[in-house]
């Protein structure tokens, strides 16, 4: 743990928000990490008490930043880091968006990828029968 400050994609990183540090540096360029309503840049020094929103997939979490820290912790130790402001109905938003993906899936077969060539003949067949060709 630093005492001053580190880089914003180190720390992104580090408290496992992204899963490589190129991957966070990456969202602060698209303008997906925000302080204080401005877009940070990946070499933006990181204070304690800043608040952070990530653009993360449909939801926006909010983090307050207890801590600093250069090295990757595990994921047990992250509430000594960073302290989770997201309302919860941002996270209901989130399981609804999983849910309705989950029964969006356009053809789950036997092995739960692509269709067969036997499935594909039967889905043939039954769009055969059902147009009045």
Same mark, same amino acid.
């Given at each position: 743990m630093s005492d001053g400050s580190v880089r914003a994609d180190k720390w992104l990183w580090s408290v496992? @928000?992204?899963?490589?540090?190129s991957a966070a540096a990456?969202?602060?360029? +698209? &303008?997906? =990490?925000?302080?204080?309503d401005q877009a940070v840049k990946p070499s933006?020094? =990181?204070? /304690?008490?800043?608040i952070f929103v990530v653009k993360h997939g449909p939801i926006d979490r909010t983090l307050r930043v207890k801590a600093t +820290? !250069? #090295?990757? /912790?595990?994921? #047990? *130790? @992250? !509430?000594?880091? /960073?302290? !989770?402001l997201t309302p919860p109905e941002a996270w209901e938003a989130l399981r609804e968006v999983r849910a309705q &993906?989950?029964? &969006? *899936? =356009?053809? #789950?077969? !036997?092995?739960?990828? *692509?269709?067969? #060539?036997?499935d594909r003949r039967q889905m043939d067949a039954f769009e055969s029968q059902e147009s009045p060709s």
């Amino acid at each position: 743990m630093s005492d001053g400050s580190v880089r914003a994609d180190k720390w992104l990183w580090s408290v496992r @928000l992204f899963k490589t540090r190129s991957a966070a540096a990456q969202a602060c360029r +698209l &303008n997906q =990490v925000m302080i204080e309503d401005q877009a940070v840049k990946p070499s933006r020094a =990181v204070r /304690v008490d800043d608040i952070f929103v990530v653009k993360h997939g449909p939801i926006d979490r909010t983090l307050r930043v207890k801590a600093t +820290l !250069e #090295k990757r /912790v595990g994921a #047990k *130790r @992250l !509430e000594e880091f /960073v302290e !989770e402001l997201t309302p919860p109905e941002a996270w209901e938003a989130l399981r609804e968006v999983r849910a309705q &993906n989950q029964q &969006n *899936r =356009v053809y #789950k077969g !036997e092995d739960g990828g *692509r269709p067969t #060539k036997r499935d594909r003949r039967q889905m043939d067949a039954f769009e055969s029968q059902e147009s009045p060709s």
